[in-house]
């Protein structure tokens, strides 16, 4: 039968009407991305194990915008694959999760109203669950882009998930994460350097974590102290988050596409930043080249001041942000 690329409607919960990449499969379509890899988007239909069933219809229109529809999360999840392949490829030329060219797959209705989502090295696929009374699907675009970024990490750095090097590995997924959102330039879904703020994690409409001041989590570690790795790495990861906020945008106040910010240093310094395109390809090349599994934050400093002098050289603006920001985050 005949067998075409297409490029179908997705009525997505988040992220508003996209185009979605598709598969002609004879009289079906399939959500399979034949430009990305062949990335492929399965319904677990509540199951835990498996891949459950490929995404097939007889329209090449996903979803209606609502949870009810079980296509909306797929549509969503397509999107946020697509959207983290582009970022990639077009911010660091990096084909593929491993670089390769290969796609991941990704699964949603994960279990029953479990309000998580996950990367899984060993499946090298990522999974989604539907929220809060099944309503609310972890698979907002700076979700999906967080997760498929520990596939990354897991690929080159190796960031052991524990201690400083696990908050590192959780902020990278953070950073990269809001890197595919503001990449994506979908006008329903602005980025912002907040974390999870469509998901409503917490139902009271905050966001799960804000990197301008990471202590508005009411968890989160703002600057670095000595027993910081001993926080839970969605804490510990604060350090770096805002470390790239300060360098992305600067201390002090700031309202970006619509949202305050308000980043204080740990010193009372001012940090200039360099804009959030020179922080990410710093904050990559240091991932790719200079991080270990056991890179702490110490380790971070001397790999990013590393990076940005490969990238700007040692007397650059560039170089002296990325200290200056180290800096503010406690970071010496
Ligand atoms: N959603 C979580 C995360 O990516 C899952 C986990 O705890 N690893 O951080
Ligand atoms: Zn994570
Ligand atoms: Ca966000």
């Given at each position: 039968?005949?067998?075409?690329?297409?490029t179908?409607?997705?009525?997505?919960?988040?992220?508003?009407?996209?185009?979605?990449?598709?598969?002609?499969?004879?009289?079906?379509?399939?959500?399979?991305d034949?430009t990305?890899?062949?990335?492929?988007?399965?319904?677990?239909?509540?199951?835990?194990s498996?891949t459950?069933?490929?995404?097939s219809?007889?329209?090449?229109?996903?979803?209606?915008?609502?949870?009810?529809?079980a296509?909306?999360?797929?549509?969503?999840?397509?999107y946020?694959?697509?959207?983290t392949?582009?970022?990639?490829?077009?911010?660091?030329?990096?084909?593929?999760?491993?670089?390769?060219?290969?796609?991941?797959?990704?699964r949603?209705?994960?279990?029953?109203?479990?309000?998580?989502?996950f990367w899984?090295?060993?499946c090298?696929c990522?999974?989604y669950?539907?929220?809060?009374?099944?309503?609310?699907?972890?698979?907002?675009?700076?979700?999906?882009g967080?997760?498929?970024s520990?596939?990354v990490?897991?690929?080159?750095?190796?960031l052991?998930?524990?201690?400083?090097?696990g908050?590192?590995?959780?902020?990278?997924?953070?950073?990269?994460?809001?890197?595919?959102?503001?990449?994506?330039?979908?006008?329903?879904?602005?980025?912002?350097?907040?974390?999870?703020?469509?998901?409503?994690?917490?139902?009271?409409?905050?966001?799960?974590?804000?990197?301008?001041?990471?202590?508005?989590?009411?968890?989160?570690?703002?600057?670095?102290?000595?027993?910081?790795?001993?926080?839970d790495?969605h804490?510990?990861?604060?350090?770096?988050?805002?470390?790239?906020?300060?360098?992305?945008?600067?201390?002090?106040?700031?309202?970006?596409?619509?949202?305050?910010?308000?980043?204080?240093?740990?010193?009372?310094?001012?940090?200039?930043?360099?804009?959030?395109?020179?922080?990410?390809?710093?904050w990559?090349?240091?991932?790719t080249?200079?991080?270990?599994?056991?890179?702490?934050?110490?380790?971070?400093?001397?790999g990013t001041?590393?990076?940005?002098?490969?990238?700007?050289?040692?007397?650059?603006?560039?170089y002296?942000?990325?200290?200056?920001?180290?800096?503010?985050?406690?970071?010496?």
């Amino acid at each position: 039968a005949y067998q075409g690329i297409e490029t179908g409607v997705g009525n997505t919960q988040y992220s508003g009407k996209v185009d979605l990449s598709t598969t002609q499969s004879g009289s079906s379509y399939t959500l399979t991305d034949g430009t990305r890899g062949g990335h492929k988007t399965y319904n677990l239909d509540h199951g835990t194990s498996g891949t459950g069933t490929l995404f097939s219809q007889s329209e090449d229109t996903w979803g209606d915008g609502k949870a009810s529809n079980a296509a909306t999360a797929a549509a969503d999840a397509a999107y946020g694959a697509q959207a983290t392949w582009d970022f990639y490829k077009n911010t660091f030329g990096r084909s593929g999760i491993k670089n390769d060219g290969k796609a991941a797959y990704s699964r949603v209705h994960y279990g029953n109203a479990y309000v998580n989502a996950f990367w899984d090295d060993s499946c090298f696929c990522m999974t989604y669950g539907d929220g809060t009374d099944d309503s609310a699907p972890l698979t907002s675009l700076d979700v999906a882009g967080h997760e498929m970024s520990h596939g990354v990490t897991a690929d080159t750095a190796g960031l052991e998930y524990s201690g400083e090097s696990g908050g590192l590995n959780e902020a990278t997924s953070d950073i990269f994460g809001t890197g595919v959102e503001f990449a994506a330039n979908n006008s329903s879904d602005v980025g912002d350097y907040l974390i999870g703020e469509k998901i409503d994690i917490n139902g009271d409409g905050t966001p799960l974590r804000y990197m301008d001041k990471p202590s508005k989590d009411g968890g989160s570690a703002d600057s670095w102290s000595s027993g910081v790795g001993d926080k839970d790495v969605h804490y510990s990861s604060g350090v770096a988050n805002h470390f790239f906020y300060l360098l992305s945008e600067g201390s002090g106040a700031k309202t970006i596409n619509g949202v305050n910010y308000d980043s204080p240093t740990q010193d009372g310094s001012t940090v200039t930043g360099i804009g959030r395109d020179k922080a990410l390809q710093i904050w990559y090349k240091a991932l790719t080249t200079y991080f270990t599994s056991t890179t702490d934050y110490a380790g971070a400093r001397t790999g990013t001041l590393k990076a940005a002098s490969d990238l700007y050289g040692e007397s650059s603006t560039e170089y002296k942000a990325v200290e200056a920001a180290w800096t503010g985050v406690g970071v010496k």
